[in-house]
């Protein structure tokens, strides 16, 4: 979603550009790992992506942080591990030798 041409065409505000990318796991990632149902209001994960002069910032804006405790893990557990490597995607791309 182009959340800055929104803005523009509905309010008349013009500001630098800033998208929303939705992911969802891959369905060979869902069928290795259990969601467990209550955990499935932090999916999609909401990167924005957006545009602060000559460098670009990439932010993951629903973030799931787990506790110790057990029922905590077996729900949220799966969805932090996707986290992790939804982040870990990202910055194997920001630090690719072409993009530096």
């Avoid at 467990?36 to 999916?43: G, M, N, R």
């Avoid at 670009?56 to 804006?61: C, D, F, G, L, M």
């Avoid at 077996?74 to 910055?91: H, K, M, R």
């Amino acid at each position: 979603m182009d959340v800055a041409r929104r803005v523009e065409r509905y309010v008349g505000i013009v500001l630098s550009p800033c998208k929303i990318v939705f992911v969802l796991p891959g369905a060979s990632t869902l069928a290795k790992s259990s969601i467990h149902p209550w955990s499935a209001i932090f999916l999609p994960f909401h990167i924005v992506i957006s545009n602060n002069g000559p460098q670009t910032e990439i932010e993951v804006q629903n973030k799931v942080y787990s506790g110790p405790q057990a029922a905590e893990s077996a729900v949220i557990g799966p969805i932090v591990e996707l986290q992790t490597q939804i982040s870990s995607a990202i910055e194997a791309i920001a630090m690719r030798p072409s993009l530096v």
